[in-house]
């Protein structure tokens, strides 16, 4: 029997083993010439080819072709839809768990690193995205609603929701709440939970550090109002991220990004001035997103303990 050339059995960059035996390679020759090449293994029973960075969307059409039944999910799907996820741990965004739904119902294999769900999943639910099967975005944030945790679900959902920069590209919103609750409306599990964590949903929340921000202060009582426009002097306009505004309290929420700029910065403070400049405003603190995530209860003090004097 005549093997093809490896190069002709190459889907997407990664090699099957089992496709280049049944191509009529012997096994001790294909392994041979694979690690002379320098080709790499994604997983066992699949390489990718010389040159290629094994990043998530190799390791999800690697994990896909050796399982063809499996569909990228959860938070695996969010990331290819460039919705962002809530991961303040530097590891798991190198090392990120890769997520599937089998509509099959019947995959039992132990994974390292990959996590299969066996739940339901219609596929009008399904779509081609980079080359992968993927869940459609409502039922990647339905899933995500229904597993939880809250927060976590939430930054995505207000990710999807809103207008976002996200790995320096401006991104336009995903998918409408409407939509969502057609979603959620499948009798799964968490799905009563779900809904209600929805309805908790703001569309207008700039960033995963605002949407954890706002969260903290809900549960403790406190209900800003949200992406507040104001009127700065000399006719421009500028958004407050939260505005108490009966008590004059106005808080804004910073990304983890140094400006890195004198010029940048000139434009915060004149932001900053500007803002304490408008009527609404007698008070402004401002929090960095690692305060936000690390150490919510100093957030929630001084907020309190401002209010309150």
Same mark, same amino acid.
Request: charged share 25%; proline share 5%; with cysteine.
């Given at each position: 029997?005549?093997?093809?050339?490896?190069?002709?059995?190459?889907?997407?960059?990664?090699?099957?083993?089992?496709?280049? /035996?049944?191509?009529?390679? !012997?096994?001790?020759?294909? @392994?041979?010439r694979l690690r002379s090449e320098g080709w790499t293994?994604?997983?066992?029973?699949?390489?990718?080819?010389?040159?290629?960075?094994?990043?998530? #969307?190799?390791?999800?059409?690697?994990?896909?072709?050796?399982?063809?039944?499996?569909?990228?999910?959860?938070?695996?799907?969010?990331?290819?839809?460039?919705?962002?996820?809530?991961?303040?741990?530097?590891?798991?965004?190198?090392?990120?768990?890769?997520? @599937?739904?089998?509509?099959?119902?019947?995959?039992?294999?132990?994974?390292?690193?990959?996590?299969?769900?066996?739940?339901?999943?219609?596929?009008?639910?399904?779509?081609?995205?980079?080359?992968?099967?993927?869940?459609?975005?409502?039922?990647?944030? #339905?899933?995500?609603?229904?597993?939880?945790?809250?927060?976590?679900?939430?930054?995505?959902?207000?990710?999807?929701?809103?207008?976002?920069?996200?790995?320096?590209?401006?991104? !336009?919103?995903?998918?409408?709440?409407?939509?969502?609750?057609?979603? /959620?409306?499948?009798?799964?599990?968490?799905? !009563?939970?779900?809904?209600?964590?929805?309805g908790l949903a703001d569309r207008h929340t700039g960033?995963?550090?605002?949407t954890v921000a706002r969260l903290h202060m809900l549960?403790?009582?406190?209900?800003?109002?949200?992406?507040?426009?104001?009127?700065?002097?000399?006719?421009?306009?500028?958004? /407050?991220?939260?505005? @108490?505004?009966?008590?004059?309290? !106005?808080?804004?929420?910073?990304?983890? #990004?140094?400006?890195?700029?004198?010029?940048?910065?000139?434009?915060?403070?004149?932001?900053?001035?500007?803002?304490?400049?408008?009527?609404?405003?007698?008070?402004?603190?401002?929090?960095?997103?690692?305060?936000?995530?690390?150490?919510?209860?100093?957030?929630?003090?001084?907020?309190?303990?401002?209010?309150?004097?």
């Open positions: 029997m005549e093997r093809a050339k490896l190069g002709e059995l190459i889907e997407g960059g990664v090699l099957l083993t089992s496709r280049a /035996l049944g191509a009529g390679w !012997a096994r001790v020759l294909l @392994f041979r293994q994604v997983r066992s029973g699949a390489w990718a080819e010389p040159g290629r960075n094994v990043d998530l #969307a190799m390791q999800l059409k690697a994990t896909q072709l050796v399982n063809p039944q499996l569909v990228v999910s959860h938070r695996s799907a969010a990331r290819l839809w460039r919705i962002e996820i809530l991961n303040t741990d530097t590891r798991a965004q190198q090392l990120p768990e890769l997520e @599937f739904i089998d509509p099959e119902l019947s995959f039992r294999q132990a994974v390292a690193g990959v996590r299969v769900r066996r739940i339901p999943l219609a596929e009008t639910e399904v779509v081609q995205r980079s080359g992968l099967r993927v869940t459609d975005v409502p039922r990647t944030l #339905a899933d995500l609603l229904r597993a939880g945790p809250r927060d976590d679900a939430l930054v995505a959902v207000e990710s999807a929701l809103g207008y976002r920069n996200v790995g320096g590209v401006r991104r !336009a919103p995903l998918t409408a709440p409407a939509a969502l609750s057609v979603a /959620l409306e499948a009798p799964f599990r968490g799905a !009563a939970r779900a809904r209600r964590w929805l960033s995963p550090a605002e549960d403790a009582g406190l209900r800003p109002e949200t992406q507040v426009e104001l009127q700065v002097p000399g006719g421009g306009r500028r958004f /407050l991220d939260f505005l @108490f505004r009966k008590e004059g309290l !106005a808080v804004e929420i910073e990304g983890y #990004a140094y400006h890195g700029t004198r010029e940048a910065h000139r434009r915060d403070v004149t932001r900053f001035n500007q803002i304490l400049q408008c009527p609404e405003v007698r008070t402004l603190l401002r929090y960095t997103a690692e305060v936000v995530f690390h150490h919510p209860a100093q957030i929630l003090q001084e907020i309190q303990a401002t209010l309150a004097a």
